[in-house]
């Protein structure tokens, strides 16, 4: 099967994407966090969180032009990440986290819709 130019574009979006947010986030964590109305701010979560936007980011860009196979396995990987992230999240808001924090629900949703649709498609191919 060939892996469709469109999925490999979105593979370099969220290399962008993630590393726009963990570039900040690892390197100044507290003023970052602040900016966005977090308060209390642990800078050894935010880097964590930081390495895992790095870690999946980069291997979007690194991954982008691999066979099938390996895209179905980073697929498997992002929405398991982006569902846990996103249920965490919403978790997070109802317990009365930051407004800026729906922001990042919005963005972790739409990529676990974005991400289990390809993984849906490529499953059936």
Do not use: Q
Not at 47 to 62: D, M, P, T
Not at 65 to 80: G, H, P, Q
Not at 109 to 122: A, D, E, I, V
């Amino acid at each position: 099967m060939e892996v469709p130019s469109a999925l490999r574009k979105w593979f370099v979006f969220h290399f962008w994407a993630d590393y726009v947010f963990a570039v900040p986030l690892f390197v100044a964590p507290v003023w970052f966090m602040g900016l966005l109305g977090w308060e209390c701010v642990d800078p050894v979560a935010s880097r964590l969180v930081a390495a895992a936007l790095f870690g999946i980011g980069g291997e979007s860009l690194l991954g982008r032009n691999a066979d099938a196979e390996s895209f179905r396995t980073m697929l498997r990987m992002k929405v398991i990440w982006s569902s846990t992230a996103t249920i965490g999240i919403g978790l997070a808001m109802v317990n009365g986290a930051p407004t800026a924090g729906w922001l990042f629900f919005g963005i972790f949703l739409g990529f676990n819709l974005l991400w289990t649709t390809w993984w849906l498609r490529m499953r059936a191919a």
